[in-house]
Nanobody
């Protein structure tokens, strides 16, 4: 069974930065695309960013494009989300996601096979 453990969330002022990490174990990490999603209470979980198996291709939601960067280190079985120029509307629980995509980086919610436990990101105005 795949285990995904996120870290790096917290409280930050608007305009600040945070870096989320997701450590994976339980299957061959480097074979599949990975993604980040987020959710606020009362709303559906939404896509944030995804990266293909090698790290050569990335995909972002329009709301974070140019501010967030997803990356991965297959030697460490870890995927990262660097979040810059944070806005209050970025406040959410952020979830790391494993997928069944061997090719490409467009991870949709229906492609997700496992979720992390989530990490809270709060951006104050």
């Amino acid at each position: 069974q795949v285990q995904l453990v996120e870290s790096g969330g917290g409280l930050v002022q608007a305009g600040g930065s945070l870096r989320l990490s997701c450590a994976a174990s339980g299957r061959t990490f480097s074979n599949y695309a990975m993604g980040w999603f987020r959710q606020v209470p009362g709303k559906e979980r939404e896509f944030v960013a995804a990266i293909n198996w090698s790290g050569s291709s990335t995909y972002y939601a329009d709301s974070v494009k140019g501010r967030f960067t997803i990356s991965r280190d297959n030697a460490k079985n870890t995927v990262y989300l660097q979040m810059n120029s944070l806005k209050p509307e970025d406040t959410a629980v952020y979830y790391c996601a494993d997928s069944n995509l061997r090719f490409g980086s467009r991870v949709g919610i229906n492609d997700v096979t496992d979720w992390g436990q989530g990490t809270q990101v709060t951006v104050s105005s």
